[in-house]
């Protein structure tokens, strides 16, 4: 019989029982489930509503379950339906009646919001490791190949010249700011609501603090509808998730043009790379295909939790049971590609002969050209028309607006002196760009140090993060 059965006269039929179960999802918080038990029961004798040898008895009886289940020699039984039921009813089996003191002031609605709680925490814990890692990669990279010049663009066409390592760090920042969304998203789950019983509260005289310090948790949530109903957190946790593979997909759409024979800016390493079962010449950029294609996933599982909470009503109802799936999913899939796009990353040829060779094409030194007849009295947007129609007569030419000769230059404007060179050479270019966030190597080697430094922030931030309880691998 069901732990509920006492109110029903029939069983469930089996189809049901099979449609209801959690078991095949929620048996990955394992450790979390058997965590929150130990800690209530520590707290329930502590307070007397249990005796110490059933505390003990229960305690003994958890970690035999858990060394069990992390040794993949239990096995689960649909029957139990959820991850609770399963542990309780073993540890029943195992210890006897102590076994059914356990659940005394609490029910499954703050036990699974209890679960699923520091589920969150470990699984933004993982993404974090993993964001930390591959940031450092990028840095690695910006410092190993970052003197090379790429043409900038906008609109996927030539803009202006930029160095390398100003573009790797760009992403840099983008997945600083995801690290503080995962932080955030840790934070908020990082609340007990365990104490809350079903969705009043109980009369028995627990000690809820007690059990938000026994499990690591920074504080108690003060309402118990809401301790039980609320899945902001985990909102948190997938649109943190959700842009972090928008900038993934972002990087891995530049690597998949970056390794083609029409840009040929970087090589990847055959570690990351596929062939074709047909064409033997091909070196094919699949993983950063699969990262960019794996967003879709991680954008539906964020819509997937938005359309379950929108319509609930306080507190508990059963379709919360569908809240756990999309986030370890989203985890798990994330950490895989940050992990992916940083052996990538590490793992590049960078060719800077193929981006120098672009540099003749799209009048990258446009801007530049504007600028010098500015800096010379030329109101900017006269000065940017003369250079327009400088550039359709290059275009008609064939050739780059550097290439034109100096006296088409002075018959556009008299203002163009023998220095216009020092605004045609890239080089040139890419230093004169020193303002802060510039592309000149002064500028980003200051911004450089900055990543570093936020980096070595966010790191002991990772370490000063409450406890969490691990993920389970069975």
């Not at 390592?165 to 760009?170: E, G, K, T």
């Not at 932080?183 to 079903?198: K, N, Q, W, Y």
């Not at 301790?227 to 946790?237: E, G, H, M, N, Q």
């Not at 002075?410 to 020193?434: C, H, M, N, P, Y």
Request: hydrophobic share 45%; proline share 3%.
């Amino acid at each position: 019989m069901a732990l509920w059965g006492g109110r029903f006269e029939d069983g469930v039929a089996t189809s049901t029982q099979e449609f209801g179960a959690s078991l095949p999802v929620d048996k990955h918080l394992y450790r979390q489930d058997i965590a929150g038990s130990r800690a209530h029961a520590a707290m329930l004798a502590a307070q007397g509503i249990i005796s110490e040898q059933d505390a003990e008895a229960i305690r003994a009886g958890l970690a035999g379950i858990e060394a069990d289940i992390d040794a993949g020699a239990f096995t689960f039984d649909i029957d139990d339906e959820d991850i609770h039921m399963a542990i309780e009813a073993e540890l029943t089996r195992r210890i006897g009646e102590a076994g059914g003191r356990l659940h005394t002031g609490r029910s499954r609605n703050d036990q699974v919001a209890t679960d699923t709680r520091l589920a969150a925490k470990a699984l933004c814990s993982e993404l974090m490791a993993a964001n930390l890692r591959l940031r450092r990669a990028l840095v690695e990279a910006a410092k190993s190949d970052g003197d090379a010049v790429l043409p900038g663009m906008t609109h996927l066409q030539h803009a202006q010249p930029v160095l390398f390592a100003h573009h790797l760090l760009a992403y840099a920042w983008m997945f600083s700011r995801d690290f503080a969304r995962l932080h955030a998203a840790f934070d908020a789950a990082d609340a007990s609501p365990l104490g809350a019983a079903a969705l009043a509260g109980t009369t028995y005289p627990l000690d809820r603090a007690m059990t938000a310090a026994e499990l690591g948790f920074s504080r108690i949530i003060e309402n118990s509808l809401d301790a039980v109903s609320d899945r902001d957190f985990l909102l948190d946790l997938h649109y943190a998730g959700s842009v972090t593979s928008v900038h993934l997909s972002r990087l891995a759409e530049e690597i998949v043009l970056w390794s083609s024979q029409e840009f040929g800016f970087i090589v990847l390493s055959d570690a990351y790379s596929t062939g074709s079962s047909i064409m033997p010449q091909k070196k094919n950029p699949d993983f950063a295909e699969l990262i960019r294609g794996k967003s879709g996933r991680v954008f539906g599982n964020l819509v997937q939790l938005l359309v379950t909470c929108k319509g609930l009503p306080l507190a508990y109802n059963k379709d919360l049971q569908e809240d756990k799936e999309g986030a370890l999913d989203t985890a798990r899939t994330l950490v895989q590609c940050m992990d992916v796009m940083a052996g990538m990353v590490s793992t590049w040829t960078v060719r800077p002969d193929r981006m120098r060779a672009c540099m003749d094409r799209g009048h990258l030194a446009a801007t530049d050209v504007a600028d010098y007849l500015a800096k010379r009295g030329m109101p900017f947007r006269e000065a940017h028309a003369v250079v327009g129609h400088l550039v359709l007569a290059a275009e008609k030419r064939g050739c780059d607006i550097s290439e034109l000769p100096i006296e088409e230059l002075r018959a556009a404007s008299d203002l163009f002196g023998d220095d216009i060179e020092g605004a045609l050479d890239i080089d040139a270019i890419v230093a004169a760009r020193t303002t802060r966030g510039g592309t000149a190597p002064s500028a980003v080697a200051e911004q450089l140090a900055k990543v570093e430094g936020g980096i070595a922030d966010d790191s002991a931030t990772f370490g000063g993060l409450s406890p969490v309880v691990e993920m389970g691998r069975n």
